[in-house]
């Protein structure tokens, strides 16, 4: 249980254009969601939490405007990455969190990820 | 945020036991011990967590020390599969005022030998 469907996997985009990467929370429903980005060799970095019919909060120093995060339904969250540029290109990964029955602390499950490039 | 210590990389032979340590000697009581591990180009995935006892699973054990300043990850017998970035995470228990934000390190790349 408790799976996350991201897609697309990867993608190709050209400098300029916009790019929206979908989070699916399948078998359960996810009233918060994370998205993080990774560079190569490096740690995911928390890019902002999105709350379902709500603003996302976004980490210091991520431009909610080149980043836009919706999260209108308890299973869908989405990432648009609007123009953009080269230095966009990462790996995007999306996290859900629900609630682990009886033991106070709740899981995380995360999507497979989303490669994109930007040519 | 609590932070966690781990060593940057470990090696280790396929069929053998595998100790990944976590140093996190400001964790506070509330503080539950996640480990998830990251296979290359995938997500991370949840491994275990623990609060003060030792936790088994059908993935991995884990050890947690009497002051809870330190745990330790145990893959039993260590697959190829297994080659990974592990990481160490404490989350709060309800999540805290952080509002149960699950913050990486740098985690240990652990490299299984055949």
């Known amino acids: 249980g408790a799976v996350v469907s991201q897609h697309p996997s990867r993608v190709i985009c050209k400098s300029g254009t916009s790019v929206k990467i979908e989070c699916r929370s399948l078998?359960?429903?996810?009233?918060?969601m994370f998205w993080y980005r990774q560079f190569p060799k490096k740690s995911l970095m928390l890019m902002a939490t999105s709350n379902e019919g709500s603003k996302a909060t976004y980490e210091q120093g991520v431009e909610k405007d080149k980043f836009l995060i919706n999260h209108a339904s308890l299973t869908l969250s989405t990432l648009t990455v609007t123009s953009a540029h080269p230095e966009d290109s990462s790996f995007y990964i999306c996290?859900?969190?629900?609630?682990?029955?009886?033991?106070?602390?709740?899981?995380?499950?995360f999507g497979s990820g989303t490669r994109l490039t930007v040519v | 945020d609590a932070k966690t210590t781990q060593p940057n990389s470990m090696e280790s032979n396929e069929e053998e036991p595998v100790h990944l340590p976590c140093n996190h000697s400001?964790?506070?009581?509330?503080?539950?011990i996640h480990w998830y591990r990251q296979l290359p180009s995938q997500g991370p995935e949840y491994v275990i967590h623990g609060l003060t006892s030792n936790v088994n699973n059908r993935m991995a054990s884990l050890a947690i020390a009497e002051d809870r300043k330190s745990s330790t990850l145990i893959l039993h017998r260590a697959t190829l599969r297994d080659a990974a970035v592990y990481y160490c995470?404490?989350?709060?228990f309800g999540f805290g005022n952080q509002g149960g934000k699950l913050i990486f390190g740098q985690g240990t790349e652990l490299s299984v030998k055949p």
């Open positions: 996290s859900a969190r629900f609630h682990l029955l009886g033991q106070g602390a709740g899981g995380y499950t």
């Open positions: 995470i404490l989350r709060p």
């Open positions: 078998d359960f429903q996810a009233t918060t």
């Open positions: 400001t964790i506070s009581g509330t503080d539950y």
